[in-house]
Every structure is written in structure tokens, then in C-alpha cells.
């Protein structure tokens, strides 16, 4: 029976967890044996019985980073110590042990950089779904977030590609070329629509559509005069909350 893995490890709430139940009704179909690593385990329950007493907990950093801008991907990477080799090593090897211990013949992340970083020590297939935020178009740099953030471009990028390859020779396993193998060196799978790219239109990238599945929640209830329905997934945490809630 083939063993799929799905890992979880940045964003938060249950986005990432509801994206992929379509995909995980569809594998167990399939007759996939799938296990889940993940930041939050509150809502796997989503996903049913079988996925809670297959879910493991996924590892933390061992790592207290200053705040900073995080003004591309690659600030989120170095949140996460990618600008440190011991930080690094120590979380590659984390979940290369959890990795190991389900011996699976496939990995898929959303989002989960580390992961990635681990099944490439491993020699794992691995494939990445997820929208244009967390599967951003780099090659050898990361784009800016905004157009206002270019001049951060190109500032830690080469730093975490010298870490990420310090670690994979720790493992015998093939260096990155640049920063954006983290990516492109596994399969692609962008679920989202064109006109939702963060990062504007890809004419090269097949977008798949979003990811959701309509089995589920609470029916809305619009008002009967209203010209136009919009709907917002918004947390009051986020910055800017109330004015765009306006």
C-alpha cells in the first residue's frame, strides 16, 4: 500500500487542514495510507476518525528569532532559523526522525519549506500544493510580498541557501543550485485561480483552483437585497484588520 505523509508547519488556524480535505477523501479512496505531521492537531478531527490516530505533532524549532519586516519568503524562512546551520540541523533532523518512523513512499507539504528541506535528505519523493503565498515564483531570489518591498530582495536569500546546503551536506544529499530549489525541486501543485495569485498572473504555471470542499460548515445567510455577495476569511489578529474590514 503506498504511504503518503502530509506536512504542515507554517500558517496557522484551519485553512490548511480543510484545503486538503478533498485531496485526503480522494487518496484513502484510493486505497493511500496517509499520516498527517501538523503545526495544530484541533481541527484534524475534519478530516474524520482515521486521520486523529494518524496525526503526529510536528517539531518546533528549537529557536527564539528577533521580530523583523517580513517583507519576502525568505524572512519567513529566517523567522524559522534558516540563517543558522546548528538551529537548522537540529529541525531537519527532527522531522527526519518522525519522517523515518512512518517510512513513506511520499511526502506532501502545505506549507512546510522544512519538510521539504528533510525529504530531500532523505531521497523522498515530495510534492507541494497550496496557494501563491506559499509557493512563491524564485529562482535564485525570493520576490517581494509588495512592489514597495523590492529593495529587500536579495538580502538573505544567499545566507539561507549556504545554511540549507551546509545542512544537506550533513546528510551526503544533493546541494540546491539556489534558493528556489527549495520548491522547484519538488512537484508543483497551485490551488488557486489567476486572479488570486499573490504575486500576479504565471504564464508558465498550471492553477489548479482553489482548494475546499462544500461538505461541510455553516450555509450563509445573505441579505435578499444586497447587489453583491463577498465573502472574507479574516482573522482580527491580522494587521489592518478593521480597515479592510471597511
Known sequence: ???????????????????????????????????????????????GDDAIRQCLQAPSPKFNPQPRALHTFA???AQIGYLN????????????????????DWIISDPAPTAQLAARALGIPASLIG????????QKFF???FSEF???????DEKILV???KVLALFKAEPFRNVGDLFNSSQQFLCSFEEQDHYGVRPDVNYWGALFDSSFGEPASWPANAECYTFAYLTPQVKNFEAAVD
Open 85 to 104: 546551520e546548528q538551529v537548522l540541523s537540529h529541525y531537519v533532523l527532527d522531522w527526519c526522525e518522525l519522517i523515518l518512523t512512518l517510512k513513506p
Open 150 to 156: 523590492a529593495s529587500s530582495v536579495n538580502q538573505l
Open 75 to 77: 524572512d519567513l524562512l
Open 143 to 145: 520576490p517581494p510580498h
Open 131 to 138: 496557494a501563491g503565498f506559499i509557493l512563491p515564483p524564485v
Open 1 to 47: 500500500m503506498l504511504r503518503a505523509v502530509f506536512c504542515w508547519e507554517m500558517g496557522a488556524n484551519y485553512g490548511h487542514i480543510a484545503g486538503f480535505l478533498p485531496l485526503y477523501k480522494e487518496l484513502k479512496q484510493r486505497g493511500v495510507d496517509i499520516w498527517l505531521i501538523v503545526r495544530e492537531q484541533k481541527h484534524v478531527h475534519l478530516l
Open 163 to 165: 545554511t540549507m546546503n
